[in-house]
């Protein structure tokens, strides 16, 4: 307004005022004009854009459950990720897919793995508050209770109720409730997760990865011959001792299972009981499947089998590994293992000789010989992401988990960019004829040239997703095939165990670790009467730890499970 007072003043005295002014007055008038001019300027710009509505900074923009909120900034930020698994080999925006998604989210993953001991590596980082803007672990690690209680991650609906209402969207209302808190927040978001109700809906698409293989060529020989009773078990591996002694060069294992550590081994503990069809409750009551005399009949075998010497030294000591060198090498006649652990080695050996592969057949079984029950995906899935307190942008963090979990999301992780990586064919959204050819026969080099299918797994969602899944082809298919129609929800007996600090927490630890040095001693037992002697010293042990109370918090925790399960069983 300055600048129309001064113009004002010169048009009241007109010419008169101009003959006064000697020029270097006239001068510093007209630069005095122009300053006015450019003060005014800005000044009227302020004024008029305060009677806009002004632009407000993408956190603060208010948005519906209907709306993306990752669509509202895609500014480039870079989230430090950590995945609590030693063995996880990948690195975001080294492939095709990540890449993809950075361009179109603007964010970009720097993933960090524990170089060590995973358990040490997760409290030594809540023991300093150091927490990466996102983490993802097993939901059953004490760390996910220790990080929660500490006050060290963000409740993932008081983000949502900020800065992203599309998270009520886009998850799932039963894993939501299943991962509430008595607080009423829920502070993880699980992958691999299937509720009871997945199963009525997905049917024999739901599969598991509990499997009994052979190798194909070896158990051909021996005339295909039954493995489900101890008798013909037994018989089995020392025919293809027999006949099969050395695997180019290297002594034949005949029987191989995931490795021990400290607390037993999964192969012989849930995977066994479960080819068992070993009921987990009885009448509304947990059941007590390691004592089972089905269960004690099979740990017996073992013990025969490994006095026939049929039980290699090397299962007890290898590590994954190892293991994994061994397979490759078809080195084993028969596992009791999860098959989606060897895809790379059952590329290896198909590769090498379509007949030197693994099968699945009808393994270990109670007396009845009853089908197995094996585990499929249930409603904790196999990890959880949290989002820490430390996270550098709450409203960035919300808006991408909320993608990652959305369809659209899981479609950008599973088959990557449209035109590059994959394309509707027949119908069909689904890889390109050389991106699902490679899936096939090299993973390892799948995963490093266009991270698609899962390699970027934290919130894979496993009931979508198969939806766009090439078909299974040799050497996997008969695997996952054979599992079709044995596999069962086992949601309600998740999460039973107590903290690792409680009372009954402790017992449990000594338990478990209890349970991990007799072990391999029945297995080594010179005897039946020795095998005897060392499992009723476990039980006494079991007992005098306090393990009755351990029992009865188990007991609490599966019928509130129940409790939580019944809304989504209707």
């Known amino acids: 307004r300055e600048f129309y007072i001064i113009i004002f003043l010169n048009k009241k005295r007109g010419k008169h005022m101009s003959k006064m002014l000697k020029p270097k007055s006239l001068l510093l008038l007209m630069f005095a004009l122009v300053m006015a001019f450019t003060t005014a300027c800005s000044s009227g710009g302020d004024n008029s854009a305060s009677e806009k509505e002004e632009e407000k900074p993408a956190e603060e923009v208010k948005l519906t459950q209907d709306q993306p909120g990752w669509q509202i900034d895609t500014s480039p930020i870079t989230f430090d990720w950590y995945i609590n698994f030693a063995w996880f080999p990948n690195k975001w925006g080294e492939d095709i897919t990540s890449q993809y998604v ?262 270990p079984a109670n007396s009845n010989l009853d089908q197995p029950t094996l585990s499929g995906p249930s409603i904790s899935g196999w990890t959880v992401t949290l989002i820490s307190k430390n996270v550098k942008d709450k409203a960035r963090a919300i808006r991408f988990l909320d993608y990652l979990i959305s369809e659209e999301g899981q479609r950008d992780t599973y088959l990557g960019e449209k035109g590059v990586t994959w394309d509707t064919i027949d119908g069909k959204d689904q890889f390109l004829p050389e991106v699902a050819q490679l899936l096939n026969s090299d993973r390892g080099a799948f995963d490093k040239k266009y991270g698609a299918s899962h390699t970027f797994w934290m919130l894979m969602d496993t009931n979508i997703t198969p939806a766009w899944a090439p078909p299974a082809v040799e050497p996997f298919k008969q695997l996952e095939d054979w599992t079709r129609g044995k596999t069962e929800s086992f949601s309600q007996f998740d999460q039973l165990d107590p903290d690792a600090s409680s009372e009954e927490g402790i017992i449990n630890d000594k338990v478990m670790n209890e349970w991990g040095k007799i072990l391999p001693k029945l297995i080594f037992a010179k005897t039946g009467a020795e095998f005897d002697q060392i499992w009723n010293g476990y039980l006494e042990k079991r007992e005098s730890l306090g393990f009755a109370k351990v029992h009865e918090y188990r007991q609490k925790e599966y019928e509130e499970n129940v409790k939580k399960l019944e809304e989504f069983l209707q």
């Open 102 to 363: 950075t361009k179109k989210t603007g964010v970009n993953l720097n993933l960090i793995v524990p170089a060590g001991n995973e358990a040490e590596k997760m409290n030594t980082m809540i023991a300093s508050g150091t927490l990466p803007d996102f983490i993802t672990l097993g939901w059953y690690e004490d760390a996910v209770k220790k990080m929660i209680e500490g006050d060290l991650v963000l409740p993932l609906n008081e983000l949502a109720d900020q800065y992203d209402p599309y998270f009520y969207k886009v998850s799932d209302p039963a894993k939501v409730s299943w991962y509430t808190k008595d607080d009423g927040n829920i502070y993880g978001y699980p992958n691999a997760s299937s509720s009871p109700k997945d199963y009525e809906k997905f049917g024999d698409n739901i599969t598991s990865n509990q499997t009994f293989l052979v190798r194909k060529d070896m158990y051909e020989a021996l005339g295909s011959p039954e493995m489900r009773t101890p008798e013909g078990f037994l018989k089995a591996l020392e025919g293809a001792k027999k006949m099969f002694p050395d695997v180019n060069g290297q002594p034949l294992i005949p029987f191989g299972l995931h490795d021990f550590h400290e607390k037993g081994n999964s192969s012989l503990e849930g995977y066994l009981q479960n080819f068992l069809a070993i009921p987990q409750d009885k009448d509304g009551k947990l059941n007590d499947r390691t004592t089972d005399p089905e269960y004690v009949k099979w740990l017996k075998t073992l013990r025969l089998a490994n006095e026939k010497g049929l039980m290699s030294k090397d299962i007890f000591v290898d590590k994954r590994p190892q293991m994994e060198e061994k397979m490759a090498q078809g080195r084993y006649f028969a596992m009791l293992y999860q098959r989606s652990d060897m895809a790379n080695q059952q590329n290896a050996l198909f590769a090498n000789d379509p007949n030197s592969v693994y099968i699945a057949v009808d393994g």
